[in-house]
């Protein structure tokens, strides 16, 4: 198998890793308010694809969202925050217009080149 350098841990990146008893019991994170820090939507696999044009505003996918990732600017719905999103598809569940659409991310990449 072939090995990807970009997942090979160097012996000097090691130091830098904490031990077992430097991290909290449980991995629990201790500083609350810190999500933002961190770009969960690489987890995602499948991608909302909004579609401004139906959508009427009513932030349902707003209050759904668990993740916070529905963009609001000024009281209106602008877009989502793929950086945080994690791909649930609860928004495209709820939204009522069908405005938001779910892609696996592969097809995802290709319908927004388009
Ligand atoms: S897919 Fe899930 S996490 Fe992403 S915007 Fe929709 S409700 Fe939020
Ligand atoms: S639920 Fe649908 S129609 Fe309502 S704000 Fe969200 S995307 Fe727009």
Known sequence: ????PANIISTSSLSSVKGWREI??????????????????GWRSFRPIWDWQK????????????D???????GVVVGIDLDHCKGCGICARECPQGTI?????????????R
Not at 55 to 66: G, L
């Open 24 to 41: 909290p019991i449980g991995g629990i994170i201790t500083d609350a308010g810190s999500s933002e820090e961190y770009e969960t939507g």
């Open 55 to 66: 959508c009427v505003n009513c932030k349902v996918c707003w209050i759904y969202c668990p």
């Open 101 to 113: 659409e779910m892609f696996e991310e592969s097809e995802a990449e290709e319908k927004v080149k």
């Open 1 to 4: 198998m072939a090995r990807d």
């Open 68 to 74: 916070g990732s529905i963009r609001v600017r000024d």
